[in-house]
Nanobody, 119 residues
Framework: QVQLVESGGGLVQAGGSLRLSCAAS????????MGWFRQAPGKEREFVAA????????SYADSVKGRFIISRDNAKNTVYLQMNSLKPEDTAVYYC????????????WGQGTQVTVSS
């Protein structure tokens, strides 16, 4: 089991930027996938972005392409989500999660961090 702790959320004006961090404890494998998800009030949780600990695989939701960047620091077992040009509709609780490999269900989740974008 991997423990995940998110940080970096907060309140920002539209057009601003935030960087979220997700620190993973426990063993990580190059094939494992780290993903960011978000859930806005009254809405279902949705996929935001993902990458693999090894290699160059990344994936983004269409709604964040060109604005958000997912990256990793393998030495620190930490994944980042750089969020630029934020919009009010990006307001949500953001969660990181891990899956054993691409295409497999995410099975470990963090506690979430709130991101609020004011207009």
């Amino acid at each position: 089991q991997v423990q995940l702790v998110e940080s970096g959320g907060g309140l920002v004006q539209a057009g601003g930027s935030l960087r979220l961090s997700c620190a993973a404890s426990g063993r990580t494998f190059s094939s494992a996938v780290m993903g960011w998800f978000r859930q806005a009030p009254g809405k279902e949780r949705e996929f935001v972005a993902a990458l693999r600990w090894g290699g160059a695989y990344t994936s983004y939701a269409d709604s964040v392409k060109g604005r958000f960047i997912i990256s990793r620091d393998n030495a620190k077992n930490t994944v980042y989500l750089q969020m630029n040009s934020l919009k009010p509709e990006d307001t949500a609780v953001y969660y990181c999660a891990t899956a054993p490999r691409v295409g497999v269900q995410y099975d470990d989740w963090g506690q979430g961090t709130q991101v609020t974008v004011s207009s």
